[in-house]
């Protein structure tokens, strides 16, 4: 097809935006809707129905206003529940999803213990559970469902600063030390947790490593796109933010996006020029 795709990035708040980061980065040339859910924010302590609820409303108004060619689940807390009733709802809908990176955190541990730092709600999901029977038989699990961190990562994007102890307390049970062994991997299995990692390496007890699906999730978007829009020269791409509220972004936050677009930008013009 001779035009860019558009893709819809998804989350219930700010944190897909990591995700939107690596995407840009593997597809310069696409156009995109960046779409947070503030009506439903926070998805992690809620009850799966509401949840499912929240992303199948949200979702009928993003495509009917937007007509992506693809939608990128950018929160571990809607994909571990929702990618089914989204495929059946869009059949002809390319979905690509969120989920903890279990896998590579099982195949890179020395230690064999590994943590699963998300949401109450993604912790408690069976599709995790599942996740780690299938790749982590050989590791000792910890999940990790913080209360807050997601919460924190929006006040940290509004450009307020966040308490190093409240960081700290959220991320402490992720360090478990036994018979001589101690945690080395730590999956970030929500989407926000990315944008306070400087914070989690400073205040970790010992250096682990952090594992972020998001060049995964990119690499399975262009994937998925690639027969139908191979990639093309880079041009000004199009970056709209959607509140699900209608809201419009604040000053603070306005100022991070325009940061975010003109650092993609940047980080595009080598391979335009390759
Ligand atoms: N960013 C979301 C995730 O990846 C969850 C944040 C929330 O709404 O609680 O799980």
């Not at 896998?103 to 730092?117: F, M, N």
């Not at 205040?203 to 994937?223: F, K």
Request: charged content about 20%; aromatic content about 8%; overall charge negative.
């Amino acid at each position: 097809m001779n035009r860019s795709p558009k893709i819809l990035v998804f989350d219930s708040g700010l944190g897909g935006l990591t995700v939107f980061r690596a995407l840009a980065a593997q597809r310069p040339d696409a156009d995109y809707v960046y779409a947070a859910d503030d009506l439903g924010f926070p998805y992690g302590p809620k009850g799966e129905d509401e949840v499912t609820a929240l992303v199948l409303a949200a979702m009928e108004r993003l495509i009917a206003d937007h007509a992506p060619d693809c939608v990128v689940i950018a929160c571990n807390t809607a994909s571990t529940l929702v990618l089914p009733h989204l495929r059946t709802g869009w059949p002809e809908m390319p979905f690509v999803g969120t989920v903890p990176a279990i896998k590579p955190a099982a195949e890179g541990s020395h230690s064999r213990l590994i943590s699963v730092l998300a949401t109450p709600g993604t912790v408690a999901r069976d599709y995790t559970r599942d996740l780690i029977e299938k790749f982590a038989g050989h590791c000792e699990v910890t999940l990790v469902g913080s209360q807050k961190l997601a919460g924190l990562a929006e006040v940290y994007m509004q450009g307020e600063s966040v308490a190093d102890a409240d960081i700290a307390a959220e991320i402490t049970p992720c360090f478990v030390e036994h018979d001589g062994r101690r945690t080395d991997s730590v999956v970030l299995a929500c989407t926000h947790y990315p944008l306070l990692l400087d914070s989690f390496k400073r205040l970790a007890p010992w250096p682990v490593r952090w594992i972020d699906p998001a060049p995964a999730i990119a690499r399975r978007a262009d994937h998925v796109l690639s027969e139908r829009f191979p990639s093309h020269e880079i041009r000004d791409a199009a970056f709209d933010f959607v509140f699900t509220s209608g809201a419009a972004p604040a000053p603070r936050l306005l100022k991070t996006l325009d940061v975010l677009r003109r650092s993609i930008a940047l980080a595009a013009r080598p391979r335009a020029s390759a």
